[in-house]
């Protein structure tokens, strides 16, 4: 029988147990129940309407992300070193991106969420994207209405990195992971648009369509879809994309190797065994002239 190699082999530094999988399924049928909730109702058009609920938004949210923490660690599925992991990542994330400043769209800490979701797993991706833009917050006076929306969306990028097919690699793993993060980046940016949309149809700035209460699904997605285009894909959006695309092509190969090097360094689905070393440590050894003395008592 052979085995896959040590590259190969399928790291996940929270594992994905029944449990798991249903607060995930939980948290993203929620979250996306956050932006899309406009198209299903007839929302008040005030351009920060959302500054009143996001504080709501943000105290449902950040509950899943702790769920899904503490329920691996009293299953044992998130030790230390993952909790460590975490942190560490997390603060790189943070302090990268103030580097882009989302000048242009250059968003400087998606590649390495896409390329940490890679090697460590659906789960600690989805906590990942939840932490690094929530740190960077901190880190950039960021915090505000669009946070919860923000953490949300990376935690889906992170997510969907982790969940792509783990047998490839080599330069066609390079190139399946430049082209999720520029899928990635529209994605983000069509999320992170429609949080706003519904809530500038009366706003002196508003550009390209704007969001018709009460009128149909599709007619609305319609006037999102051009208004996306008009406001964000060819310039911040495009922007991201190249940016992921670009950092993963030069340097994903030396970041997937050292992250891969301290996951299999850290052992994280290594499994703990207990022997009994004080019980033997207890019994004193026999020697020979105590076999000796015990034989002539016998006899």
């Known amino acids: 029988m052979t085995t896959a190699p040590e590259g190969d082999r399928r790291v996940s530094a929270i594992r994905i147990t029944a449990r798991t999988a249903i607060v995930l399924t939980i948290a993203s049928v929620a979250g996306l129940a956050m932006f899309l909730w406009p198209l299903f109702a007839s929302p008040a058009p005030e351009s920060a309407a959302h500054s009143g609920d996001a504080p709501l938004i943000f105290a449902v949210t950040l509950p899943f992300v702790v769920a899904i923490v503490l329920a691996e660690m009293t299953s044992g599925g998130l030790d230390s070193k993952a909790l460590a992991m975490l942190g560490v990542l997390s603060a790189?994330?943070?302090?990268?991106?103030?580097?882009?400043?989302?000048?242009?769209g250059i968003e400087t800490v998606f590649f390495?969420?896409?390329?940490?979701?890679?090697v460590f797993g659906p789960?600690?991706?989805f906590v990942l994207g939840c932490t690094s833009l929530f740190a960077s917050a901190l880190l950039t006076a960021g915090v505000g209405p669009w946070l919860p929306f923000q953490m949300l969306a990376s935690a889906w990028v992170?997510?969907?990195?982790?969940?792509?097919?783990?047998?490839?690699?080599?330069?066609?793993?390079?190139?399946?992971?430049?082209?999720?993060?520029?899928?990635?980046?529209?994605?983000?940016?069509?999320?992170?648009?429609?949080?706003?949309?519904?809530?500038?149809?009366?706003?002196?700035?508003?550009?390209?369509?704007a969001f018709v209460p009460g009128d149909g699904i599709l007619d609305n997605?319609?006037?999102?879809?051009?208004?996306?285009?008009?406001?964000?894909?060819?310039?911040?959006?495009?922007?991201?994309?190249?940016?992921?695309?670009?950092?993963?092509?030069?340097?994903?190969?030396?970041?997937?190797?050292a992250l891969r090097r301290a996951a299999r360094k850290a052992a994280f689905e290594?499994?703990?065994?207990?022997?009994?070393?004080?019980?033997?440590?207890?019994?004193?050894?026999?020697?020979?002239?105590?076999?000796?003395?015990?034989?002539?008592?016998?006899?």
């Open 221 to 257: 997605l319609h006037r999102f879809f051009v208004f996306t285009v008009l406001t964000s894909t060819f310039g911040w959006d495009t922007g991201r994309a190249i940016t992921n695309c670009v950092a993963v092509v030069l340097v994903g190969p030396a970041v997937l190797a």
């Open 92 to 104: 790189i994330n943070a302090a990268l991106r103030p580097l882009g400043a989302g000048t242009a």
């Open 270 to 299: 290594a499994p703990v065994a207990f022997e009994p070393t004080l019980a033997r440590a207890a019994t004193p050894p026999r020697t020979e002239a105590g076999a000796g003395e015990s034989a002539r008592t016998t006899s």
């Open 123 to 125: 789960g600690f991706g």
């Open 158 to 209: 992170g997510l969907g990195a982790g969940l792509l097919p783990k047998r490839v690699r080599g330069r066609r793993e390079i190139v399946m992971l430049a082209c999720y993060g520029v899928f990635s980046a529209y994605a983000f940016g069509f999320l992170l648009n429609m949080w706003f949309w519904p809530f500038l149809a009366d706003s002196a700035t508003m550009v390209g369509p």
């Open 112 to 118: 390495m969420l896409v390329l940490a979701g890679r």
